[in-house]
């Protein structure tokens, strides 16, 4: 029977996570995979499944405390979470769940050592802890304490991190850490490796560091490829052979554990449709409540946040084109594993297009300017225009030679430059979510919208389906005409039969 020595539940609670815990464990729970769905389990239940993770994973042992000790913990992590529409232990829950899958249906696990999967899951719960339902921006501009005492930087990961190690002293939970890998870390040492771990993932999540994130993957990616696997090394078992080495380097262990929870924590839009589009749901609701309080206190009310000038299509449409996607690319590559999440999105994209009650996403209401400002679940995203943006993304959105289908697609938007150039006058632009397209199988018809814009008149462009673009490619309007890459060919050769 589990005890609580910080918190109170009610016996019947105890049992009930107890139970839940002890099926995680053995592996008796089947709904535990992208699919999970917070809002079917009660909170007893949830505390449960947190515990029986770790001791599925084994983690319990290598914390050295039991399960009564990680209970407590867990419960004052959830007590620390607000009653935030989006940013509410129910996040913290489905993050964890997420970095779980990460780690455990991949080969990435392989690369890391207990101690780092500790970091992970303990980062994933507590990433947000502490969060008011007003992001970062919020803060800075309404000038609030916790902005002022963190200087204005990265303000609400620095309040996590700093609650999360009050949760981590209080309970003495890394006190006993003691772990043995290929990787040696004293002993004394492991447990102060594990807190830095923890924060540095927690800061990880701010969104003003996602394509530095991408650009570091990618650093410890070519190093992956030219280390030796374990194939190398003596081993008395040959599952275990077929594995990789963990990376003896702790940073590049770090960066992994950094990349999964970011992953974890921006995958709402690569979740099945249903989850896809409740998260969005609470995502709305918060961030309407924060343009409202801007709205209230005369400060500037942030992108996507303004309930009477924004709508959940295009919010979700963009979050998922600029920021979602071009990230899972670069994982994808590296762990074959999250390739179905692509798939999930570009079927979500799918869906939020049926519900119709917008235009695909564009540069407007993005400036012009080098920088794009938009708001995501996780914080507020600086995009800049395609020449700046991060190598890797500009290596993997012209990569040709390497993804040859690409050619075609780029060949045609290149033929859509020509023909609109040649009949009006005015210049083209690529966004660069369009300019990333992979391929066009994985992007059914109307999945990704090529935008031929004409800057004439940029604030008249539109979304059409196939026979509206064709029509408009025979009258020429090409500043309006809007396809998709599988149907691309025949809109350009429509263009060709009627230039
Ligand atoms: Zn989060």
Redesign the pocket.
């Known amino acids: 029977m589990l005890v609580l020595k910080r918190n109170q539940l009610s016996s019947e609670d105890l049992i009930k996570a107890e139970h839940v815990a002890r099926k995680v464990a053995g592996g008796k729970i089947n709904e535990l995979g992208l699919d999970f769905n917070v809002w079917k389990w009660t909170r007893p239940e949830l505390y449960g499944i947190i515990v029986g993770v770790f001791s599925q994973l084994g983690l319990l042992h290598v914390l050295g405390v039991s399960q009564s000790q990680l209970l407590d913990f867990i419960v004052d992590i959830d007590r620390g979470y607000l009653d935030s529409p989006y940013?509410s232990f129910l996040?913290?829950a489905d993050?964890f769940i997420v970095g779980y899958n990460l780690i455990n249906y991949s080969h990435v696990r392989s690369y890391l050592i207990d101690l780092d999967l500790i970091a992970l899951l303990i980062g994933a719960l507590c990433?947000?802890i502490g969060h008011p339902g007003l992001n970062n921006l919020y803060q800075v501009n309404a000038k609030t304490e916790v902005a002022q005492r963190y200087k204005n930087e990265s303000v609400l990961e620095k309040l996590s991190c700093e609650e999360t190690l009050k949760l981590l002293t209080k309970h003495d939970l890394l006190k006993s850490v003691r772990s043995k890998s290929k990787v040696e870390i004293h002993e004394c040492e492991q447990s102060v490796y594990v807190q830095n771990a923890i924060l540095k993932c927690i800061m990880s999540?701010d969104m003003s560091v996602h394509f530095g994130l991408i650009e570091q993957f990618t650093t410890v990616v070519d190093i992956l490829t030219i280390s030796p696997t374990c194939d190398e090394f003596p081993t008395e078992n040959q599952a275990a052979a077929n594995d990789h080495c963990p990376l003896p380097q702790s940073e590049h262990r770090q960066i992994i554990c950094n990349v999964l929870l970011h992953a974890a924590?921006i995958s709402n839009t690569v979740r099945p449709w249903e989850l896809c589009k409740r998260w969005s749901d609470v995502i709305l609701d918060e961030f309407f409540y924060q343009g409202d309080m801007e709205k209230l206190h005369h400060l500037p009310v942030s992108p996507n946040m303004d309930r009477e000038h924004s709508n959940q299509t295009d919010i979700s449409l963009k979050f998922g084109d600029f920021v979602v996607k071009p990230f899972f690319e670069v994982l994808a590559d590296f762990c074959t594993e999250v390739q179905p999440l692509l798939t999930n999105l570009c079927e979500n994209r799918a869906r939020w297009l049926t519900l119709g009650n917008t235009e695909p996403p564009r540069r407007s209401p993005l400036t012009s300017s080098n920088a794009r400002r938009l708001s995501v679940?996780?914080g507020t995203l600086d995009i800049p225009d395609y020449p700046s943006l991060p190598s890797v993304l500009r290596r993997h959105s012209t990569d040709v030679q390497r993804k040859p289908r690409r050619h075609h697609l780029l060949s045609s938007i290149e033929f859509a430059r020509t023909a609109g150039e040649g009949s009006r006058s005015g210049s083209i632009s690529i966004p660069p979510a369009i300019s990333e397209v992979d391929s066009e199988d994985e992007c059914e018809e109307k999945l990704i919208h090529i935008q031929v814009e004409n800057a004439t008149r940029r604030s008249n462009r539109r979304a059409f389906s196939l026979d509206h673009t064709l029509i408009l490619a025979k009258k020429k309007r090409f500043d309006e005409a809007v396809c998709a890459p599988s149907t691309l060919h025949e809109v350009t050769s429509e263009l060709e039969n009627h230039s």
Do not use: L
């Open positions: 940013h996040h913290a993050v990433h947000d999540t924590d679940p996780a």
